[in-house]
DNA sequence: ACGCTTTTGTGAACGAATGCACAAAGTCAC
DNA sequence: GTGACTTTGTGCATTCGTTCACAAAAGCGT
């Protein structure tokens, strides 16, 4: 029966995606004291349509109240606990050059149970080296960062030639779950989950649409400065 | 009719996203001298299927030749061509800090027809300051930029709490493209694209994922140590 | 106590994307 | 030239995701 409330297995893979955003909007109420928001407030505030909203927000649960709308900390701690946010999830990143620096660096890891627990490098010359405060170590110390921090979750921020190499490497450790920055694809074995963020893929498609918006006007007359249509 | 070949009118956003992916793998190809690739070759080689590969090539003209597979520069061109890669996109970057400094230094850009032009920052401190060969300007020039090299796309890397005044004169200057690195929701007038990259996003899914694969092993017995399933 | 208002949660319709399976169209060997 | 073989391009079924529209549920004022 799928009438059981707590039958949410199998949470839709797009409204995953979306509910870190919901969660995000629900911090900056918080922050300004806001105790309980309708949905179409929330959904105003992360960028989609309400209907989407309730609809996403009830494949966990019913955590709202009828002509009310939802309290705030409430949801946010739902939706936390749905994303295993409630627990501590160490972090490595692997390759200390020029991106890898920026996102040692980076504060926004620590605001959502993310610990950066090791920096990593293949460059001997780098080893020991301190960054945002913690030392750069060399590859073969993975499998005691599995070990002795549970780490289940690696960054890899090396060049796209190593970054498959790489990739093996956490893999054959135990990191089971992986944030590709390097342009490349990664193959890996059932079981591990790969997520790549990748700058090129996306201006190249603002550059679809942006060329699409300039033959457009264009083809509407060449005077047409302003937005189309 | 749509037996118009030249009716590539709408090719579906999904497409257009894998679309940068197609053409790495074809660029990977002809780096190492392979001139024919079959769609299963290409498919494996971006990590989809050959029967999506096809359908979306399919979308953009008919290229390959039955029996024999695809063109590597035919095909890499055509893509090219599709997503205005043809013409030099003029790129700025806002937002000059950790984040700033490591997207101004990337060569990522330029091996795609994408061109630094200026790097943008509030600070007085930095103005004329030079990161990776160019001046750090204050955000008065936009105008000029839009109007002397054609500037159509943006790059926000500033705090969240500066990203939408920001978007708002870059738009205001005639930007209409963004690319978005500060974790929070932009307001655009229509006729403006606007893509987001966030690292925590693509961190709390893994850890949805993570947690999930972590219930199931603990369900199927708490001593299974690898992989479910 | 009761009806009025508000807002949720969801069934049902719709639309987009994926995967399957195969006919059509080409190559190549001989 | 012909037939066997290979691989594309696509119609069709299916799955997945979004939007619509409204009944059910809760608060509130009187
Ligand atoms: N810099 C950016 O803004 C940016 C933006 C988007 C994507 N990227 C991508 O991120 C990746 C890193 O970019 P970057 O600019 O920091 O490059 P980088 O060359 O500055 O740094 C790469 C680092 O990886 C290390 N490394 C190389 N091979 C390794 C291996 N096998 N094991 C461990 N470490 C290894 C190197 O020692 C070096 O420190 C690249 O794939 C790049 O395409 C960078
Ligand atoms: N550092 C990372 O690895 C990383 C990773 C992912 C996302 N981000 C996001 O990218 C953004 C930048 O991160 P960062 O670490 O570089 O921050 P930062 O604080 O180091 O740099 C921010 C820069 O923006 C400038 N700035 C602020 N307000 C401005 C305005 N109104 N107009 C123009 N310039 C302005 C500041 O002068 C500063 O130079 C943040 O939103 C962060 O959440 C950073």
Redesign the interface.
Same mark, same amino acid.
């Given at each position: 029966m799928t009438a059981d409330p707590s039958a949410r297995r199998g949470i839709p893979d797009a409204t995953?995606?979306r509910?870190?955003?919901y969660?995000?909007?629900l911090t900056g109420f918080a922050e300004r004291g806001i105790t309980s928001v309708s949905s179409e407030e929330l959904a105003a505030?992360? %960028?989609v349509r309400s209907a989407k909203l309730r609809k996403d927000l009830s494949h966990l649960g019913s955590y709202g109240v009828r002509g009310v709308g939802y309290e705030v900390d409430h949801l946010a701690y739902q939706i936390s606990r749905?994303?295993?946010?409630t627990?501590d999830?160490p972090?490595a990143i692997v390759g200390m050059g020029?991106?890898g620096?920026?996102?040692a660096?980076?504060s %926004?890891?620590a605001?959502? %149970?993310?610990r950066v627990v090791a920096l990593l490098d293949q460059d001997e010359a780098l080893h020991g080296q301190q960054i945002a405060g913690l030392p750069v170590r060399p590859m073969d110390t993975l499998d005691a960062l599995v070990a002795e921090e549970g780490l289940?979750?690696g960054v890899i921020a090396t060049p796209a030639g190593s970054a498959q190499d790489v990739c093996d490497q956490l893999v054959a450790a135990g990191v089971?779950?992986?944030?590709n920055f390097a342009?490349? &694809?990664l193959?890996v074995?059932? %079981? &591990?989950?790969v997520?790549k963020?990748?700058?090129?893929?996306?201006?190249?498609?603002?550059?679809?649409?942006?060329?699409?918006?300039a033959l457009a006007s264009a083809a509407l007359g060449p005077v047409a400065k302003g937005?189309?249509?």
């Open positions: 995953v995606a509910l870190p955003e969660l995000r909007a505030a992360s %960028g749905e994303l295993g946010l627990q999830w972090v020029n991106l620096h920026a996102l660096a980076y %926004g890891f605001t959502r %149970g993310f289940a979750i089971s779950s992986i944030l342009p490349c &694809v193959v074995p059932d %079981g &591990v989950d997520r963020v990748d700058l090129s893929t996306e201006l190249q498609i603002l550059a679809f649409h942006e060329q699409r918006k937005v189309a249509k």
